[in-house]
Nanobody, 126 residues
């Protein structure tokens, strides 16, 4: 059974930083594309950042609203994917989810992912 568990959410002031980590089990992590998505009260689930497997080049995608502020990285030996979030803004407040799917590329649509974590709340106070 595949499990993804996110940690690292919390409350931070605007301009601050947080690091989210997702630990996977039950899948061949090195063969998976991974990503971070978020869901706010107002909207649907949107992609934040995605990262392809090393075999596919370790390519990344970042949503425009996080470029230059967030980075995504993976440690296949530990089956983890992390999202470093810097210069956080109040509009970054959301539930953040990690996702994984076996295959090439770094998909950016939620429907392209087979496995999801339970989500972790990030609240940025202004």
């Amino acid at each position: 059974q595949v499990q993804l568990v996110e940690t690292g959410g919390g409350v931070v002031q605007a301009g601050g930083s947080l690091k989210l980590t997702c630990t996977a089990s039950g899948l061949l992590f090195s063969s998976a594309a991974v990503g971070w998505f978020r869901q706010t009260k107002e909207g649907g689930r949107e992609y934040v950042a995605t990262l392809s497997r090393a075999l596919s080049g370790g390519n990344t995608n970042f949503a425009d609203f996080v470029k230059g502020r967030f980075t995504i990285s993976r440690d296949d030996a530990k089956s983890t994917v992390s999202l470093q979030m810097n210069n956080l803004k109040s509009e970054d407040t959301a539930i953040y989810y990690c996702a994984a799917t076996i295959g090439p590329g770094a998909p950016t649509f939620p429907s392209q992912y087979d496995h999801w974590g339970q989500g972790t709340q990030v609240t940025v106070s202004s």
